[in-house]
């Protein structure tokens, strides 16, 4: 059975910084794309940030802007999240996505995988 399990959320104020740790199991995701999504109440789930196998990176940049980093550990199966300068506009629930399927990796139905969230609140 596959899984994705997100940790590392909380409750922080603006200005801090939070990693966000995606833990798999049940296969390897070392050669496929990864990527984070969050979901704000009453709003759809927005990309974030993928990570292909080779190392190579898409942000939102209208969201992130510049102050998110994705990255991988293939020997840990394990997909990161560091969230620096967070903003009362970041708070939602982040998801790992795993095993994008083609080229719309921004996009939600390109993954075959999810976790279940992890709560990020920033308050003001």
Request: aromatic fraction near 12%; proline fraction near 2%.
């Amino acid at each position: 059975q596959v899984q994705l399990v997100e940790s590392g959320g909380g409750l922080v104020q603006a200005g801090d910084s939070l990693r966000l740790s995606c833990a798999a199991s049940g296969r390897t995701f070392s050669r496929d794309t990864m990527g984070w999504f969050r979901q704000a109440p009453g709003k759809e789930r927005e990309f974030v940030a993928a990570m292909r196998w080779s190392g190579g990176t898409t942000y939102n940049l209208d969201s992130v802007k510049g102050r998110f980093t994705i990255s991988r550990d293939n020997a840990k199966n394990t997909v990161y999240l560091q969230m620096n300068s967070l903003e009362p506009e970041d708070t939602a629930v982040y998801f790992c996505a795993g095993r994008c399927s083609g080229y719309e990796c921004p996009k939600s139905f390109a993954y075959q995988y999810w976790g279940q969230g992890t709560q990020v609140t920033v308050s003001s």
